[in-house]
C-alpha cells in the first residue's frame, strides 16, 4: 500500500486541513501488532531512555542565551491568551503561561498536533511522520518540557557515535565513545574517523581549531558572538578559508548539514553548523542522540497535550485562522482586536488580552495583515523563504540495515541492524533510520521488518513527482547502499511533503528573524524561526515559546489594561449596531 499527504507551500495553522491533498493507492492494509514480549526482554537491558543523566548542564558554561533560568512566579493580573498554531513552539508558549496562572487557548487547522514534529495515525492504523525527529544530548529545554509533562522516559539513548553508509554498505563512523570527555571525546572522534582519508582529517582539524569553538571552551557568549558574526558566509567558505578540504564537505560535511538545516554547505550560513560544533565541543553529551519510543503523536504531542488540559488549557482543532483583525488608537498604536476563525462552514471571531502566532515561515506570511508591511520588522519576515521536503516511509519484508548476516536479515523473528541515526553521502536522503530498530513500541510490527523512514532534502526535485515515482527512486538508492537488501521487497510505504518546511538558513539570513515582541503591542511570535540563540529545530522553537511567555508575562499590568480598553470599545460597537426595538428592550 502507497500512502502520500502533501503540505502545500502555503500551509500552516490559518490552512483549511481539507486543502492537503491525501492519496491512497494500491497495495494492503498492515495494521500494527504489539512487539513479541521476546524482543522486549531482549531489548530492555539496553535501552537507557531517563533524562536525568547523559544531557548537558546547559546551566554552566554554556552561552546564557541558550537555557534561560526559571521564570519567577508571575503576579499580575490574569490573560486570557489565544495562541494560533498547535506545533512545539505553540504548545511551549501554553505550557509557560498556564503555569503562570493564564488562560490559554490553542488554534490549529489540522486535525492533529505537534506541526511538524507531529504525527497522525492512518485508517490501517499506521503511524505517518512528518518528518525524522532526533534528539540531541544538548536540547535542554525541549528535555525541561518533556520532563515537565511526563515524558522523560519516552527517549531511546543510542550509541554515542554518528554513522555514515557509503555505497556498498560501507560504514563510516564519527566515533565520540572515550573515557574522556569534551573536548577530547570530539578532538580523539575527528583524528580516528575512517569515513575522511587521513590528509583530510588533518586540514579538518586545522580548520576547526581556528574557528570560534575554540574559544567556546573558556568564553562560551564571546564565541557565540564571534559565530553569529559569520552568519554572512556559508560554511564552505569558512571551511576552505581555514584549510579545510572539498572532500570532508562532501563526504562528511554536507550530509550534516542537509540533516540539520536541509540545505547543504554551500548554501548553509557558517553560524548554523558552528553553533552545533561549538556545542560538541564544550559538552560531553551534545553529540549523544536519543529518539523517540515511537510516533510523536503519543510519545512527545500527546504528553504536553495531556498536560496543558490538565492546566485548563484548550485545543481547537481544524479550527483555522482566516484574518487577523486590528485597529489603530487615538496616539496611532496598533492593536489586535480579533482572530476570525472559521471550521468548514463555521465561523467565529475569537478575542484574548494576548495573541501568539505559532507559525512557521509560510504560515506567518499567510496570516500577517499586509498593512504591517509597513515596518521593517514584519516585511524582514518575507525574505525568509523553506526548504522543500520530502519524507518517505518504507517498510520491508526483511532487515535492510544487518550487513553481517545475509540470514538473519531474511528471518522476521528478530529485529536486526543499526540501531541509530544513520547519514549518507551517497543517496538523495542525507539521513535516515530504521524505525523498527529506533523506535519499535509503534513501528516494530511482529512478522514484518524494517521500516526505513528517508528524509529527501532538499526535496525540490521530488516535489513534482508522483507517489510512485519517489518510492521507487528510494528504493533503488536504498539498493545501492545496502547491496545485501537485494531481493527485499517494500510491503508498504508513504511519502509525507512538506512544501517549505525549516527556514532556509543561508548566509546573511539570521538578522532578519524577528523577536518574539513586535510592533503590535498585544501581538506575540513563536516559532524556531524567531530569534533564540539556537537554529531551526524542536529545540528552538521550544526555547521561542519560553521565550514569547517571558515577554507576555512582563508585559502582563500593560496587557491587562489594553484588553479591558479594547472590550469596553467592542461593547460600545456592538450597542450602537442595535435597532431601537433592541435597545428598548436592554
Not at 112 to 130: L, Y
Not at 367 to 373: A, F, K, N, Q, V
Not at 454 to 479: F, H, R, W
Request: aromatic share 10%.
Amino acid at each position: 500500500m502507497a500512502y502520500s499527504y502533501c503540505l502545500p507551500a502555503n500551509s500552516a495553522a490559518c490552512m483549511p486541513s481539507e486543502a492537503m491533498g491525501v492519496l491512497f493507492s494500491g497495495g494492503f492494509c498492515q495494521r500494527r501488532r504489539s512487539p513479541p514480549s521476546s524482543l522486549y526482554h531482549r531489548r530492555l537491558w539496553r535501552i537507557r531512555s531517563s533524562l536525568d543523566t547523559n544531557v548537558s548542564d546547559m546551566r554552566n558554561n554554556a552561552p546564557k542565551g541558550l537555557f534561560p533560568p526559571e521564570p519567577e512566579q508571575y503576579r499580575g493580573p490574569k490573560l486570557k491568551v489565544a495562541i494560533i498554531g498547535a506545533g512545539l513552539a505553540g504548545m511551549s508558549t501554553a505550557v509557560e503561561l498556564l503555569d503562570q496562572g493564564h488562560e490559554v487557548d490553542i488554534y490549529d487547522c489540522k486535525s492533529f498536533i505537534g506541526g511538524k514534529a507531529g504525527s497522525f495515525v492512518d485508517k490501517c492504523g499506521n503511524h505517518i511522520e512528518m518528518g525524522l525527529h532526533v534528539f540531541f544530548g544538548c536540547y535542554s529545554n525541549l528535555f525541561r518540557l518533556m520532563k515537565k509533562v511526563g515524558a522523560d522516559k519516552n527517549l531511546l539513548v543510542k550509541d554515542h557515535t554518528h554513522t555514515f553508509v557509503n555505497r556498498d554498505g560501507k560504514i563510516g563512523e564519527l566515533d565520540f565513545r572515550f573515557p574522556i570527555g569534551a573536548p577530547i571525546h570530539g578532538i580523539h572522534a575527528f583524528l580516528t574517523t575512517n569515513q575522511l582519508k587521513t590528509y583530510d582529517k588533518a586540514r579538518n582539524a586545522v580548520a576547526l581549531a581556528l574557528s570560534p569553538v575554540v574559544r567556546a571552551l573558556v568564553d562560551p557568549d564571546g564565541a557565540l558572538a564571534d559565530i553569529r558574526n559569520l552568519d554572512s558566509i556559508s560554511f564552505s567558505d569558512w571551511f576552505l578559508s581555514k584549510g579545510g578540504t572539498r572532500a570532508s564537505i562532501q563526504r562528511m560535511w554536507d550530509p550534516v548539514a542537509y540533516a540539520l538545516g536541509f540545505i547543504d554547505c554551500d548554501n548553509i550560513s557558517a553560524r548554523c553548523m558552528l553553533t552545533i560544533f561549538s556545542l560538541f565541543a564544550t559538552k560531553t553529551e551534545a553529540s549523544l542522540l536519543r529518539m523517540l519510543k515511537g510516533s510523536p503523536d503519543v510519545y512527545l504531542s500527546g504528553p504536553i497535550r495531556t498536560y496543558i488540559e490538565a492546566k485548563g488549557g484548550r485545543f481547537h482543532l481544524r479550527w483555522g485562522c482566516r484574518e487577523i483583525l486590528h485597529d489603530r488608537s487615538i496616539n496611532g498604536d496598533t492593536y489586535v482586536t480579533g482572530i476570525a476563525l472559521s471550521k468548514a462552514t463555521n465561523k467565529q471571531i475569537v478575542r484574548a488580552d494576548a495573541y501568539v502566532a505559532a507559525c512557521d515561515v509560510p504560515g506567518i506570511k499567510r496570516l500577517l495583515p499586509s498593512e504591517w508591511r509597513k515596518w521593517k520588522f514584519f516585511d524582514d519576515i518575507y525574505k525568509l523563504v523553506g526548504v522543500p521536503v520530502v519524507t518517505v516511509q518504507l517498510r520491508y519484508d526483511g532487515w535492510v540495515t544487518e550487513l553481517q548476516d545475509l540470514e538473519l536479515s531474511r528471518q522476521l523473528k528478530q529485529a536486526m541492524g543499526l540501531d541509530n541515526l544513520l547519514y549518507t553521502p551517497d543517496a538523495d536522503f542525507s539521513c535516515f533510520a530504521d524505525l523498527a530498530l529506533t523506535s519499535p513500541e509503534d513501528y516494530y510490527i511482529q512478522g514484518q521488518g524494517s521500516l526505513l523512514q528517508c528524509v529527501l532534502t532538499p526535496g525540490d526535485p521530488y516535489m513534482p513527482l508522483s507517489n510512485g515515482e519517489i518510492i521507487k527512486k528510494v528504493a533503488e538508492q536504498v539498493v545501492s547502499l545496502f547491496p545485501s537488501s537485494r531481493g527485499l521487497q517494500v510491503t508498504w510505504s508513504s511519502v509525507v511533503k512538506i512544501g517549505q518546511s525549516l527556514y532556509r538558513e543561508a548566509p546573511g539570513k539570521d538578522p532578519l528573524r524577528p523577536d518574539q515582541t513586535t510592533p503590535v503591542k498585544n501581538f506575540f511570535l513563536a516559532g524556531s524561526y524567531t530569534r533564540q540563540d539556537y537554529i531551526d529545530s524542536m529545540e528552538g522553537a521550544t526555547l521561542s515559546g519560553r521565550q514569547a511567555s517571558a515577554y507576555i508575562c512582563d508585559a502582563g499590568e500593560e496587557l491587562a489594561t489594553i484588553g479591558m480598553k479594547l472590550a469596553m470599545l467592542d461593547r460600545r460597537e456592538q450597542e450602537s449596531k442595535r435597532t431601537p426595538s433592541e435597545l428598548s428592550v436592554v
